[in-house]
Antibody, heavy 116, light 110 residues
Framework: EVQVLESGGGLVQPGGSLRLSCVASGFTFSAYAMTWVRQAPGKGLEWVSVIRDGNDNTYYADSVRGRFTISRDNSKNTVYLEMNSLRAEDTAVYYC?????????WGQGTLVTVSS | QSVLTQPPSVSAAPGQKVTISCSGSSSNIGNNYVSWYQQLPGTVPKLLIYDNNKRPSGIPDRFSGSKSGTSATLGITGLQTGDEADYYCGTWDSSLSGWVFGGGTKLTVL
């Protein structure tokens, strides 16, 4: 059974940093791209970043480029999202998902709140 | 403003059929696969349709997807109250080099 579990969310002040983790199991982790999608309270889905399998190419939404960094450790079946210079508008539930030409197997999400 | 355009809401009676549109451009829907996601109230989004018109195992055939040019459509037949949810379309945008979603459509089953 495929499982995806995010962690690392919490309350952080504007300008602060946070690192999210996503541990996956039940599939060959290294063979798949992994993506982060977020959802602000009462709002729609917003894609954040993806890291490819193989060459580890990374892509970011304009709203986070230069502030967020995605990485992966295939030995730990884990993908990370390093978030710096956080803003109030980054407040959201952050989901991790296995990424093919679609988003499969979403995790339960981890809440990030940016507030003073 | 989302790159993909969906109607904010649709409604229909139980047992009826509803369609949800998703409009984009040649850089996204026109040249890439479209997927659809269902988010029931208070839950995690779930993959409903992938590769324009394929259903993952466990998704009933009441749900269907289609694509024509730069638009895609989600169809739901035999509506049930349990179908009340937010529905999102998504695809890769080759110009933006990123994934894009529609703004979401809230389905109400009257």
């Amino acid at each position: 059974e495929v499982q995806v579990l995010e962690s690392g969310g919490g309350l952080v002040q504007p300008g602060g940093s946070l690192r999210l983790s996503c541990v996956a199991s039940g599939f060959t982790f290294s063979a798949y791209a992994m993506t982060w999608v977020r959802q602000a309270p009462g709002k729609g889905l917003e894609w954040v970043s993806v890291i490819r399998d193989g060459n580890d190419n990374t892509y970011y939404a304009d709203s986070v480029r230069g502030r967020f960094t995605i990485s992966r450790d295939n030995s730990k079946n884990t993908v990370y999202l390093e978030m710096n210079s956080l803003r109030a508008e980054d407040t959201a539930v952050y989901y991790c998902a296995k990424n093919i030409y679609y988003f499969e197997n979403w995790g339960q999400g981890t809440l990030v709140t940016v507030s003073s | 403003q989302s790159v993909l355009t969906q109607p904010p809401s649709v409604s229909a009676a139980p047992g009826q059929k509803v369609t949800i549109s998703c409009s984009g451009s040649s850089s996204n829907i026109g040249n890439n696969y479209v997927s659809w996601y269902q988010q029931l109230p208070g839950t995690v989004p779930k993959l409903l349709i992938y590769d324009n018109n394929k259903r993952p195992s466990g998704i009933p055939d009441r749900f269907s997807g289609s694509k024509s040019g730069t638009s895609a459509t989600l169809g739901i037949t035999g509506l049930q109250t349990g179908d009340e949810a937010d529905y999102y379309c998504g695809t890769w945008d080759s110009s933006l080099s990123g994934w894009v979603f529609g703004g979401g459509t809230k389905l109400t089953v009257l």
